[in-house]
């Protein structure tokens, strides 16, 4: 074996499948939503407090800087969402060829990207 | 169904149980965000007396702490796994899931007081 054959381990090189990626963004958007769910119970919390802890959840989320957290919070939500069906299809069986795993990690993407551009408009429409 | 690999930080759960855990939470999960998703895109003026109505109800509590129970399961297991594959010091590894524990019962608590209080 040639042990001065050129050898890549930089990620930011590498190129990765489209299954690596949706995989990598599950795991990225689940670390988030530790944080993310933190955010959502507060406002559950604090809106069932009082009407006027209410109102101030009401005030926050016409803040811009609120709105735009809350439409990163709930993208992940549903990155998750999403990326977690297609395990629960693949843990039956369904779709574990290499085909598959593409036409599957294209459909999480795809479907993921539409409901998190129909959350934005929800938000600031 | 072979060995059960057991780790110390792991809390003598096995592998099969975290994947069980994983998949019941997720189900649960799943159906609260869409009921949760259906009722704002159904309501989209809620009021206060509205909102407070709809969660005095039982099943709604309930449905809703067993969202935050499913919550606590999952990001353990999921967090438990990630900080395993990316974080080698055992002692950084160890604070981290103390501060992801100590979280999810503030999560719990609070949801709870919220629910209750």
């Keep these: 074996m040639n042990r001065k054959r050129p050898v890549n381990l930089d990620i930011m090189t590498i190129k990765q499948p489209l299954a690596a990626i949706t995989s990598i963004l599950h795991r990225a958007s689940g670390i988030f939503l530790l944080v993310g769910v933190g955010f959502l119970i507060w406002m559950l919390n604090q809106s069932l407090d009082s009407r006027q802890g209410f109102e101030a959840v009401?005030?926050?989320?016409?803040?811009?800087?609120?709105?735009?957290?809350?439409?990163?919070?709930?993208?992940?939500?549903?990155?998750?969402?999403?990326?977690?069906?297609?395990?629960?299809?693949?843990?039956?069986?369904?779709?574990?060829?290499?085909?598959?795993?593409?036409?599957?990690?294209?459909?999480?993407?795809a479907i993921a990207g539409v409901l998190i551009v129909l959350t934005g408009v929800w938000i600031w429409a | 169904m072979g060995m059960m690999v057991r780790s110390v930080t792991n809390w003598g759960r096995s592998g099969l149980s975290d994947w069980?855990?994983?998949?019941?939470?997720?189900?649960?999960?799943?159906?609260?965000?869409?009921?949760?998703?259906?009722?704002?895109?159904?309501?989209?003026?809620?009021?206060?007396?509205?909102?407070?109505?709809?969660?005095?109800?039982?099943?709604?509590?309930?449905?809703?702490l067993l969202t935050v129970l499913s919550v606590v399961g999952h990001a353990?297991?999921?967090?438990?796994?990630?900080?395993?594959?990316?974080?080698?010091?055992?002692?950084?590894?160890?604070?981290?899931?103390?501060?992801?524990?100590?979280?999810?019962?503030?999560?719990?608590?609070t949801t709870a007081t919220a629910l209750w209080g």
């Design chain 2, 76 to 109: 353990w297991v999921g967090l438990w796994t990630v900080a395993t594959d990316y974080i080698k010091p055992a002692i950084i590894r160890f604070f981290f899931l103390i501060v992801v524990g100590v979280t999810l019962f503030v999560y719990l608590v």
């Design chain 1, 58 to 109: 009401r005030n926050l989320l016409q803040e811009p800087f609120a709105q735009f957290s809350l439409w990163v919070t709930l993208s992940a939500v549903i990155y998750h969402f999403v990326a977690g069906i297609k395990h629960l299809v693949m843990d039956m069986g369904i779709g574990e060829t290499k085909e598959g795993v593409k036409m599957m990690s294209i459909g999480v993407i």
């Design chain 2, 20 to 64: 069980l855990v994983q998949r019941m939470s997720a189900v649960v999960l799943a159906a609260y965000t869409l009921f949760m998703a259906s009722i704002f895109v159904q309501n989209p003026d809620l009021t206060f007396s509205e909102w407070q109505a709809f969660f005095d109800v039982t099943w709604v509590k309930l449905f809703t």
